[in-house]
């Protein structure tokens, strides 16, 4: 025995500092060293996924753009009573012309302008023409200003504006959410809107239906070709492996460009059933730009994400199984379904997770094959992203979105367990 | 129950023969009757065909040839799941989403039989294989013994006549086997069913058996009951696979009133049992070490000798093992009891060992 043993205080290493130390140190360096090696990933992850998300969540209640342009408006608006059905009185307007004043040098005017249209149909043209308008104002002579303004366009004088404006004044808003669902800021709260500017809903809707249908299909076709790839012997299971991820092989938009030369009304299918006679001529499959169109593309192009989680599974349940539930009396549907189904479950969930997650924020497929009845909500995503530069709302949608993903997938957490998913063996 | 030991066939296998691959057979003529109420085991080396036998019994491959029969009846064409025959699995394959109560009553709701008649029966084979608590546990959750015990119970719980059972306790310590051979043996008698058992443990065999049948190259080599098997092998395969065997080669020179008079191959000349040999025939004679004596008093009088040199002494507890050279084999080796007046041979000693001409089988070579 060492000295080091016998005595009773700490235990020291070899060259005297106290073990726990040493240890810790030790122990540090192999953490540092690890956190190194994940480093690139972890800010990769961080700077292209979390930060969108982030920033995304943001824009969809941001709304500082009304009172960082016209500051003083927003103050001087405190005490108009929108109620009163009238314009405000001078004081606002002579606050809105300094801050026009200001914006219409900083060209920040028509930014505000598109930012209330979506709001106000009007505002920006009415911005656009004041901003020109204001340019030539003298702010110290031109007083009063109610009537200048009113003069440029008589959309001033009316209460519609300003309550657009003083509604719009906080620096975060609930306004795009409420946009996202149909409903739009009233003069008392949220109120639905019109009945024929109600799409978003509906969209939601049909992209739940719609993805649900898919993963159904994909479920329905994925399961047998699973089955027959666990019970193949290697060799043939590995060439059928290679057939179901061929798909993986070609680009998206080529296959997708596929099944609409497939699908149309002069496309091979229909080519075929007409010569078969099964379809008059006149009276033409419509399978394409409609949901049939997306159903059938992207079934075919989710089907491997359903397939090999499914195999990963099949392959553990050993054949012994089923032989064992038909020597106890089962026939073969039996045995399948009460011995070889329930522990196939897993794969099932693993695979309609994904399938499902993936096609409920698919683009590409449903904006080449849907026409409009066949879209999705990602596409309307798209739009407003890329199109009416309406991020807000793009945001709120992806929002919502990603909320009603976390929310099914914490369903899911609840009946089937996710423990009970299997990726892999 | 022996009274329900009939002499009538209960399952018989008649010429039947199976190929996998359409060029070699795996099983070759195979012929076997079995009573009613047997507790049959087939023994042999690995790759022998003893699974695929059971395999073809169950219905899960086709005989290539030939015709198995149940109870009189042809069972080639009758699926699996109409044979009504229990099975035990190597790895118990047990329904792990299922219970264990739910394993059990699963060949019962399969056959539609009520809830409270499934209840009362589950319970009951629960308390025969003493698992009754263990009804609401996972397969999981279970030690493999335990294991075992449920997969024999749900084999016996729908009341098969036939339980077949393919190395059921090869994944068990050797304490836990020896239990449960004993188990198995009481419930299959207790129950009277009829039992093929397939085993690589010729202890097993031997201590569960009514009947062994000793698989070789696809056909049956011996069929015997367990004492018969080991002091009466019937070829030099089965003597030299079931126990431990001493062997000498030879050559048959006569066989006069049903002594072989045979000449090993140092010259020595020895009587010998006859088994399966003829006049002319090369032979290997076998000999079990504890019908060898040195010890001249023990000897009966007149009996040959023959030289032998002690190589190795080994004290084993209850008996001695002397490894000799014997006639040119220096494997041969004798077991004597642990007795008082008992010798302890030292190596380097030359003795000479004799044995009755009758325990002296001459088998083919
Ligand atoms: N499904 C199969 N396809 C092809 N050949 C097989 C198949 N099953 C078994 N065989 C072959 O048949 C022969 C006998 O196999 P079997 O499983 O019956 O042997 P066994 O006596 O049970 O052996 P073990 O004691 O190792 O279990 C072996 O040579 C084996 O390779
Ligand atoms: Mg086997």
Known sequence: MTDATQHSGPMLAADGTPLKRSLARALRMQKIRALMLIAPLLIFVLVTFILPIADMLFRSVENQIVRDTLPKTVIALQDWDPASGAAPGEPVFAALAQDMKIAVEAKSHTRLGSRLNYEFTGAASLFRKSGRKVKRMDLDTDAPFKETFIDIDKKWGEPEIWKTIKRYSPAYTNGYFLNSVDMRKGADGAEARPENQRIYIKLFGRTMVMSMVITISCILLGYPVAWILANLPMRQANLLMILVLLPFWTSLLVRTSAWKVMLQQQGVINDTLVWLGLVADDARLIMINNQFGTIVAMTHILLPFMILPLYSVMQTIPPTYLRAAKSLGANNWTAFWRVYFPQSVPGIGAGSILVFILSIGYYITPEIVGGTKGVFISNRIAYHISSSLNWGLAAALGTILLAVVLLLYWCYDKVVGIDNVKLGG | ?365
């Open chain 2, 1 to 365: 129950m022996a009274e329900s030991k009939g002499t009538d066939a209960f399952v018989e296998f008649e010429r039947v023969q199976k190929s996998y691959d359409g060029e070699t057979l795996v099983v070759k003529d195979l012929n076997l009757v079995m009573p009613k109420g047997e507790f049959l085991t087939m023994l042999g080396p690995s790759g022998s065909g003893k699974t695929t036998c059971l395999m073809m019994l169950a219905g899960f491959e086709t005989a290539t040839h030939g015709d198995i029969r149940l109870d009189g009846v042809s069972i080639n064409n009758i699926p699996p799941h109409k044979r009504g025959i229990g099975m035990v699995f190597q790895n118990y394959a047990l329904f792990p989403h299922m219970t264990v109560a739910e394993n059990l009553s699963f060949p019962l709701e399969v056959r539609k039989m009520g809830k409270s008649e499934r209840e009362e029966r589950v319970r009951n084979v629960l308390d025969m294989v003493q698992m009754g608590e263990f009804g609401g546990r996972r397969p999981a959750q279970l030690s493999g013994g335990q294991q075992q015990r449920i997969a024999l119970a749900r084999a016996l719980v729908f009341e098969a006549e036939l339980v077949l059972m393919d190395e059921p306790l090869g994944a068990l310590d050797k304490q836990l086997r020896e239990h449960m051979q004993f188990e198995i043996k009481r419930i299959a008698d207790d129950l009277g069913i009829t039992v093929v058992y397939v085993t690589h443990d010729q202890t097993e065999a031997m201590t569960m058996s009514d009947r062994v049948a000793v698989f070789d190259d696809g056909r049956i080599q011996q069929l015997a009951p367990p004492d018969k098997l080991y002091e009466e092998p019937g070829n030099s395969f089965v003597a030299q696979f079931i126990g431990e065997n001493n062997t000498l080669d030879g050559v048959v020179k006569e066989i006069n009133g049903g002594v072989a008079l045979v000449q090993l191959d140092d010259g020595e000349l020895i009587d010998c049992n006859p088994i399966n040999v003829g006049v002319g025939d090369r032979t290997r004679v076998s000999i079990r070490p504890e019908r060898v004596e040195f010890n001249k008093d023990r000897l009966q009088e007149g009996t040959h000798t023959v030289k032998a040199e002690v190589l190795e002494f080994i004290y084993m507890g209850d008996i001695f093992r002397t490894r000799l050279k014997v006639a040119g084999n220096d494997e041969f080796v004798i077991k004597t009891r642990n007795a008082p007046d008992q010798v302890r041979l030292a190596p380097g000693q030359q003795i000479e060992v004799g044995w009755l001409p009758e325990d002296c089988r001459a088998l083919d070579a």
